[in-house]
């Protein structure tokens, strides 16, 4: 079954701290990937995708993510967290297939907390 | 440029009866989405309109369900009867070319409209 599972449902992290927020898929082909994030009171935004080609992207706030085929994996990445990115973030998959590239399967979400 | 606008933003009924839930997508996008996050689970999909047309509904729950989108712009979403496990918050996201493909555009999504059974 396809499915996408984000092991952390909470990580509490300090200002200026590293973070790796982990994501593992189960799909039948590699499909495109995306990490969400979702501020408190907004809608959700996309933090980055990839589609092919290089497998560390670069993202929107500083983040990126890399994809690695052998571990069916894409992990989301900040050198250096700043408070505002609080927030809950989502790691999702979609397909190849044209006109179904929007059905995405998501995970759970990892909630984010920033110490000062 | 406005975003996706979702209402009510929340929503309280009691079991049995009917909500309409309205997203309003950005401007000239063909492509609407509803997703659903039940209370700690993950997001899901339910279905997707290509202008009026449903082009995929296989994650609707059931047949209280009923999406609309007339004449292509906004959509709605009325839950008839309610029943308690229909809580949780829909959200709506829209794009201008299909899906999420290359060369086509993100998926921009709404603040979400919470729904709370009773």
């Known amino acids: 079954a396809q499915s996408v599972t984000q092991p952390d449902i909470h990580i509490t992290v300090s200002e200026g701290a590293s973070l790796e927020l982990r994501c593992n898929y189960s799909y039948g082909a590699t499909p495109y990937l995306f990490w969400y994030v979702q501020s408190p009171g907004q809608g959700l935004q996309l933090l980055l995708k990839?589609?092919?080609?290089?497998?560390l992207v670069q993202g929107i706030k500083g983040f990126e993510a890399e994809f690695k085929r052998s571990q069916s994996s894409f992990n989301l990445r900040k050198p250096s967290v700043h408070w505002s990115d609080a927030a809950e973030y989502f790691c999702?998959?979609?397909?190849?297939?044209?006109?179904?590239?929007?059905?995405?399967?998501f995970g759970q979400g990892t909630e984010l907390s920033v110490k000062p | 440029e406005a975003g996706v606008t979702q209402f009510p933003s929340h929503s309280v009924i009691e079991k049995g009866q009917t909500v309409t839930l309205r997203c309003d997508p950005i401007s000239g996008h063909d492509n609407l989405y509803w997703y659903r996050r039940v209370m700690g689970k993950e997001i899901k999909f339910l279905l997707h309109f290509v202008k009026e047309s449903k082009q995929d509904e296989s994650g609707m729950p059931n047949n209280r369900f009923l999406a609309e989108r007339t004449g292509g712009t906004y959509s709605t979403l009325k839950v008839q009867p309610a029943e308690l496990e229909d809580s949780g918050v829909y959200f709506c996201a829209s794009s201008q070319a299909p899906g999420q493909g290359i060369g086509a555009g993100e998926l921009f999504f709404g603040e979400g409209s919470r729904l709370t059974v009773l």
């Open positions: 999702a998959v979609g397909a190849k297939i044209y006109n179904q590239g929007g059905k995405l399967i």
């Open positions: 990839y589609f092919s080609g290089d497998t």
